[in-house]
């Protein structure tokens, strides 16, 4: 009697818990895109292709170094601009694209003060949330993070989100190149049971960095695949419709030893 009371108990606190983060449950077929570094061809090719389907997707921008100059490398401000009057969120990637393990505070808060002005200066709403340029956390930027108060900040580590367990300042995704076709479709696989598959796509393709180019074709080929599954295919900002963050921040503890580095 004891034994099952003690169950009991635990699976009246787990519920507890989960019905604090949740707002609501998380459906099966839950998909984010996530693109990082602004190559020009997000602008031309990737954002048309969403438009088509009707996804949403999230933009991590950055003024990448040394090339962004190289108008035919990299998206401009006011192809930006058109993305966000588009329909889709404009976040954070740091102003050079550096890794945010190494900054100070005042350093971590210039890089991100930047994209934020520069947003601002154009009339995109204020970026909330944050990816890590080339996967580079430690516990210190996600306090630094939390001081300028963003949402959810991304990470890598090809396993899905769970938000029960994830904190949501270490959201993990798989990362797309023109060799893991199979991986990406299998991942498709795992946005079931309260699991979310969120996607880290870089140029399409990818010019400068060819090592994570995801082909148009084959870019194509995953749009259709959701489409025809029927997925709900959202940006992270669209997450606070499933998730309350605040609840998330102060259950969950941040934990480092789970993958989040590709």
Request: proline residues 6%; charged residues 20%.
């Amino acid at each position: 009697m004891k034994k099952f009371i003690i169950l009991l108990y635990t699976f009246s606190v787990v519920l507890c818990l989960d019905a604090q983060i949740l707002k609501k449950p998380i459906p099966d077929k839950l998909v984010v895109l996530t693109f990082d570094d602004a190559p020009a061809s997000q602008y031309s090719i990737v954002a048309p292709m969403l438009k088509e389907f009707d996804f949403g997707a999230t933009f991590f921008v950055c003024e990448f170094q040394p090339n962004y100059t190289d108008s035919t490398l990299y998206m401009n401000w006011r192809q930006i601009q058109e993305l966000d009057k588009m329909g889709f969120e404009i976040a954070n990637h740091t102003h050079t694209h550096s890794n945010v393990s190494k900054l100070t505070q005042s350093e971590f808060n210039e890089q991100l003060t930047y994209i934020e002005t520069k947003c601002a200066s154009l009339g995109i709403p204020k970026p909330t949330n944050f990816a890590y340029p080339g996967y580079g956390l430690n516990a210190q930027a996600l306090n630094f993070l939390q001081e300028k108060e963003y949402v959810f900040a991304r990470a890598g580590g090809s396993r899905a989100y769970d938000p029960l367990s994830d904190h949501p300042f270490l959201i993990p995704s798989w990362a797309t190149d023109e060799t893991n076709k199979a991986e990406i479709m299998n991942a498709f696989d795992q946005a079931k049971d309260g699991n979310i598959v969120i996607l880290t796509i870089h140029g399409v393709p990818d010019i400068e960095h060819p090592w994570v180019n995801t082909p148009p074709e084959l870019f194509k080929e995953y749009l259709e695949y959701l489409d025809e599954n029927d997925f709900t295919v959202i940006s992270i900002k669209d997450l606070e419709k499933y998730i309350d963050v605040a609840a998330a921040k102060k259950t969950i503890t941040p934990d480092f030893s789970m993958k989040l580095s590709n």
